[in-house]
Each structure stands twice: as C-alpha cells, then as structure tokens.
C-alpha cells in the first residue's frame, strides 16, 4: 500500500534506531495542513519558541491564558523515525499526551503517517490528539482559519469524547477572541438533539452573550443534552432524551410565552453585573499541556437567574410533553381494543 511505503536502507540495524525525516517525507503531508504543522528547525521551520500570556476580555470577565514555549506537536526533523513493522509498548492514552521529542522512532513513524491521510480511518486517534494540540495553537495565535477547518474535519471523524469535549471549548471559546461569530453560529446551530454531546454548557452560554447569538428552544434543548446539563441542577428531561421531537414542539410554545421571542438575546435577559458577580467554575476548554496547565475559571451561568429560568421552563416542558405522551398512548391503546 502506497501510504505505507517510505525510505528503505540497507543496514537492518541501523533502520531499527531509525533515521531522520527526508524531503520525501515532508512533500507526503497533504497540503491542506502542511500550514499547521510546527517544525522546528531545518528549511521547513515556522515555530520560534516563545511564551505568551494574553488576558482576553470575555463579557467583561478577564480571562488569563498562558501558553508555554514547549509546544507538544513541534517536529525536530533530525530526531530518528523508523519506518518498518512493529509495535509501541505503550498504551494509547500514554502516547496520546506525549510530545513529538518523546515519542519512540517507530511511534514517530506512525505521526507521520498519520500527517500523510489525517482524516483517514487508518489512523489512530492517539496521532490525532498529538496534532491537535499543535491546532489549538494555531486557534489562538497563528493560522486560525486552517486549524478550524482541521478541528472540524476531526471532529466529524472520531467520536472520542475527550477528543469531542476539547474540540468543541476551544471552537467556542476561540471564536469569542477572535470575535468569529458566523463561525460559533454555525457550530452551535449544527449540534445535534437527538445524541448526548460533550462540551461545557456554560461556555457555550458564555459565548452566546458575547457574540449576541441568540438562543433558539433548538440551542437550548441542545445545552441540556451535554455531559454538564446537571450544571442546571436538574436530572436529564426524559421527554427530551426519549421523545426530542415532541418536546421540540411544545418547547417552541414554551419559550416564547416565556421570554415572547424564538431567538432570545442573552444580554437582555442577563445584565453584565450579575455575569460577572457569578461564581466560577473550572472548564477544561484545551486538550493541550502548553495551554494553561489548569482549566479555565468561567461563569458557572447556569446558576444566574437566567439559568434557573431555562431550567424552570425545562421542567414544565417536560410535565406538558409527558402529558402528551401519556395521551397519545392511552388513546393508541383505546383504539387497539375496537
């Protein structure tokens, strides 16, 4: 198979050790994320090492990020990368938070595989994790339109949660610097209501009210098919898991007698001095280790007033569209008896 077929040598001992990366190895990435992939030094160098500390204005909230010199992804060309058959003695999790440098010869093979067919079912998502810590940098400070466009078509191919949670926060949470509104429009109207979903409910709250997207009974439904909808201080609606159709329209009555708009702007209903009054909350928002080596503190705005009305209006879309169920069965019943 063509993709697997690279530099031979003819001293088996020395290909054990491995060798460095040639030309040919560097013209097999495929171009649209050669941009994105950081080399170190050689003709292909792009990265300087250098430390940043940025304080972003999120709502009026100051949000510190520090991102280290050591960027995990960074490939140095002249490190060995053996290209025949074999096996890595460590487990997927381990190997998917190690950085390029620590990587074995062979296993550094394999990352380089994995840049010839990214979004291929023949890779392993372990190589996928390595590469998308070196895309998170280029969210915040580099070549923030090819990244996005790689975290997207990473997303669409591996359903990993961890993978999923990260890629989703730094979406959002990127989008609010860079102020990329169509861009966090056109992720949050794409979630899905049907599947449970992993990202914070809070950031994407947060990133609503500071790109004035508004929030649709579609979004919201959303919101509380994540992984933090207990955020909210409620269990997962049943209606909503079950039967998310027939919740979907009684909700659309709901939300309007509620708030007398479909698209309801968060800064009218949630005034900046509650937001920033509210109590924090740690979010993961970055899978990489060069990106503030703790989550990062967010309004927890599922507890604000607005929060506790969304969960007021939840809960009584659920006892209308249980009601409604109840009905449509007993009456199905009814008529199975004639």
């Known amino acids: 198979m063509e993709l697997f077929r690279h530099n031979t040598h003819d001293s088996a001992d020395a290909a054990q050790a491995g060798f460095p ?9 495929v171009p649209e994320i050669r941009p994105v992939v950081w080399i170190a030094n050689g003709p292909h160098k792009n990265y300087t090492p250098e430390a940043v500390s940025t304080t972003y204005d999120l709502g009026g909230i ?21 290209w025949g058959s074999g096996s890595s003695t460590r487990d997927f999790m381990s190997i998917r938070k190690t950085p390029y440098t620590q990587l074995t010869p062979y296993e550094r093979a394999n990352y380089w595989r994995f ?3 990214p979004y291929s079912f023949l890779m392993l998502i372990q190589y996928a994790c390595i590469y998308l810590q070196g895309l998170e940098r280029h969210l915040l400070i580099g070549d923030y339109e090819t990244a996005h466009q790689s975290v997207l078509q990473l997303r669409n191919l591996y359903g990993d949660k961890q993978l999923q949670e990260s890629t989703a926060n730094s979406i959002m949470f990127t989008s609010v610097i860079h102020q990329k509104r169509e861009e966090a429009l056109r992720y949050l109207q794409q979630i899905p209501v049907d599947i449970r979903t992993q990202y914070s409910s809070d950031l994407a709250l947060l990133c609503m009210y500071c790109l004035d997207i508004p929030l649709t009974p579609t979004i919201l439904m959303a919101l509380f098919k994540t992984h933090s909808y207990s ?10 898991h079950f039967r998310p159709m027939i919740f979907r329209d009684h909700l659309m009555e709901t939300f309007k007698k509620e708030f007398g708009t479909l698209e309801l702007i968060l800064k009218d209903v949630l005034s900046q001095e509650e937001l920033t009054s509210l109590e924090r909350i740690p979010v993961r928002v970055f899978s990489s280790s060069a990106i503030n080596g703790e989550a990062i503190p967010l309004p927890k705005i599922s507890s604000s007033s607005l929060g506790r009305r969304l969960t007021g ?20 019943r009814q008529l199975r008896t004639f």
Do not use: Q
Not at 21 to 29: G, K, L, S, Y
Not at 69 to 80: G, R, T
Not at 313 to 320: G, H, V, Y
Not at 321 to 331: G, I, P
């Open 115 to 117: 840049l010839e067919a």
């Open 231 to 240: 955020s909210f201080g409620c269990n997962l609606p049943r209606t909503l």
């Open 21 to 29: 990366v040639t030309e040919e190895n560097f013209e097999r990435i």
């Open 62 to 82: 100051p949000v510190s990020l520090e991102l280290s010199a050591k960027e995990p992804s960074l490939i140095y060309p002249d490190l060995p990368v053996y």
């Open 313 to 332: 209006l939840m809960l009584e879309n659920e006892e209308i569209s249980r009601k409604d169920c109840t009905d449509f069965l007993e009456a199905h």
